[in-house]
């Protein structure tokens, strides 16, 4: 497959400089890209793999007109990974590998089930009694969706998702556990993204709600009764605890953990590995985790935490009685 500069100037905008006829046979990074590659530059760090690449085209912002002019041909875009990752939606769509709407004759789902006629649903998937698949939405393979959740238009569901599991609810009694019934369900909202083998349990009362645009990677589990705000992302094993409400446009690093019940304004990023033990009402970027050392001395660094507040104390007195010996 191969597409004209021209062609795709023509669909995704920019400004071309250049030979419009040059044939683009494939998109590349930067530092592998052949004569026959698009490639972008998108942070001026990479300006020296700019000057040496041997890509055909480089996608590239105002700023890096020049440089970028200097080599060869460029696209000129506001923002070059947003134009990069529209360049890659058309190559897939040329290339005539979306899905195909349809149920797939191993997949299970229960007559009393919505599908959308434009909907996908893959080999093995399980949809559940009472539950709804929206216009245009892709489910993988082996995805289930649990009884009487909703996933809305748009979206798509990688293999291995499970959307509506119970949620963990047990209540202590005489030493064993009696089990809570989850008795809501999920709601997902237009244009959510769920990367494969994540899991969002059902709520125990109330729903479980993902709201438009949300992005999860791979391995997420969302607990029961959580919220999701529009637009926010999860990086691969990010946990969320049950109750807890995350704002719009929030960010939560690889392996990152938010506790049950807490709640993260808009426009909060949490820094990966980091565990959030309270509710942050101010946007901003936050990270919370003891960095790795060599053992013995993270050993001692961490008994010496354990100290702060006692050396806290004493501090304290010791400024007490040299403020009163001043006087």
């Not at 705000?229 to 946990?239: D, I, L, S, V």
Request: net charge neutral; aromatic share 4%; proline share 4%.
């Amino acid at each position: 497959m191969a597409l004209s500069l021209h062609a795709i100037v023509s669909e995704l905008g920019g400004v071309l400089h250049g030979d419009g006829n040059r044939m683009v046979e494939g998109l590349a990074p930067l530092e592998g890209a052949g004569p026959s590659h698009l490639a972008f530059l998108s942070h001026p760090r990479y300006v020296q793999q700019l000057a040496s690449s041997r890509a055909g085209c480089v996608i590239v912002a105002p700023a890096m007109q020049a440089a970028a002019e200097q080599r060869g041909d460029c696209i000129v875009a506001d923002s070059p990974y947003h134009y990069f990752a529209r360049v890659t939606q058309l190559w897939k769509r040329h290339l005539g590998r979306g899905a195909v709407p349809g149920i797939h004759p191993s997949a299970v789902v229960d007559p009393e089930a919505a599908v959308d006629p434009s909907a996908t649903v893959g080999p093995l998937c399980v949809v559940e009694r009472g539950a709804y698949i929206g216009a245009g939405t892709v489910l993988r393979s082996r995805v289930t969706v649990g009884e009487d959740c909703r996933i809305g238009a748009r979206c798509l569901l990688h293999p291995g998702v499970v959307i509506g599991a119970d949620g963990f609810g047990f209540a202590p009694h005489q030493g064993a556990w009696e089990k809570i019934e989850q008795l809501g369900a999920v709601r997902i909202g237009d244009d959510v993204e769920i990367g494969a083998n994540t899991c969002i349990d059902r709520g125990a009362l109330g729903d479980t709600v993902i709201e438009d645009g949300v992005k999860l990677d791979n391995l997420v589990q969302i607990g029961h009764n959580v919220r999701v705000g529009r637009h926010t992302a999860m990086a691969g094993c990010a946990g969320v605890a049950g109750s807890a409400t995350i704002g719009a446009h929030c960010t939560v690093g690889g392996g990152a953990v938010v506790l049950g019940h807490l709640t993260l304004a808009d426009g909060v990023h949490v820094s990966a590995a980091s565990v959030v033990t309270r509710s942050i009402h101010r946007p901003g970027h936050y990270t919370g985790m003891f960095p790795i050392d060599d053992n013995a001395k993270w050993e001692k660094n961490a008994a010496t935490l354990k100290q702060l507040h006692g050396l806290r104390e004493r501090i304290k007195t010791l400024e007490h009685d040299l403020a009163a010996r001043s006087r």
